[in-house]
Each structure stands twice: as structure tokens, then as C-alpha cells.
């Protein structure tokens, strides 16, 4: 929420702003009643001089594809909500053909565990940046692998 922006760590300036937890809530029932279609990380990779710099100047954005899923399911939303809004409706949207998982097929899958606890450091960071406020965090959900286009990436 925008209480993490009172210590004014540039790692929280993103667009749009944080808000208050009403409006994080009422973000989660659009998910939840169908209202919202999908979530996206808005991952905005940032050298560190752009953001290790006084709030006013720094540049807005974090990186969010690894902890997308995690905090997702932080936020308390179901499995099916959250491979609907992260997968299903985003490919719908763009008009992107389902992924097939059959013999002959190019794998394009994740596999994830919901249950799985894990610590986002910089060394399990798989960005080439690291402006992310979540670093250091214990979390709960973790993607173990995703292949896509006949490449496999493993967490």
C-alpha cells in the first residue's frame, strides 16, 4: 500500500502510484467478480543510478516477473483466478492462440507450486536488474519452471 512510500525508498515510485488498502482490496474483488481481466507485472528493468537517487528524481518502476505469481498469491486470489488473469485472458486479449500441451507441440507451459515458501535474493534474482523492493522477502508460491519457444528456465 502507499505506507510503504513514507520511508520515500524509490524502490516503491512506480505508475501507477501505490494506493491505499480500500483500493488494493477493491483491485482484488475486480479480479475476483470478473471486473478486471488481467494482471500484468509492468516489469521495468532499471540500473541502479536511476533509482538509487533522492524519490523526487528517481525513475518510476520495479522489476515484477518473478514475484508476480507470489504476490498474487499473497493477495489471497485463487489458483484458477490467477492462471486466468496471468496466462488465459492476456494470450485472449492479444489474440493469442491457447498454448497445447500435446505430443509433437512446442512446450509452453509453467509448472508452479503454491505452497512453497521461498526467499527472493539477488543471487535467485533472474533479472539482469534488481530494482526490486521485494528482494530479501520471504514468499509464499514460486514458479519452479517455464518453457517457452523451446526454452526451458528453471527457478
Do not use: M
Request: hydrophobic fraction near 40%.
Amino acid at each position: 500500500t502507499d505506507e510503504a512510500l513514507l520511508g520515500f525508498d524509490s524502490l516503491y515510485k512506480v505508475k501507477p502510484p501505490l494506493r491505499v488498502q480500500s483500493d488494493v482490496d477493491a483491485l482484488i474483488d475486480g479480479l475476483n467478480d470478473g471486473t478486471i481481466d488481467a494482471i500484468v507485472s509492468q516489469h521495468t528493468p532499471h540500473e541502479i543510478e536511476y533509482k538509487d537517487v533522492e524519490f523526487e528524481i528517481a525513475e518510476y518502476g520495479i522489476i515484477g516477473l518473478q514475484t508476480a505469481f507470489s504476490l498474487a498469491v499473497k493477495a489471497g486470489l485463487s489458483v484458477e483466478v490467477i492462471v486466468q488473469k496471468l496466462a488465459i485472458n492476456p494470450r485472449n486479449i492479444l489474440s493469442v492462440d491457447a498454448a497445447i500441451i500435446a505430443e509433437g507441440q512446442k512446450a509452453n507451459l509453467v509448472v508452479f507450486d503454491v505452497e512453497e515458501h521461498w526467499e527472493y535474493t539477488k543471487p535467485v534474482n533472474l533479472s539482469r536488474s534488481a530494482n526490486s523492493p521485494f528482494i530479501g522477502h520471504n514468499l509464499k508460491g514460486k514458479v519452479l519452471l517455464t518453457c517457452n519457444n523451446k526454452k526451458v528456465f528453471k527457478s
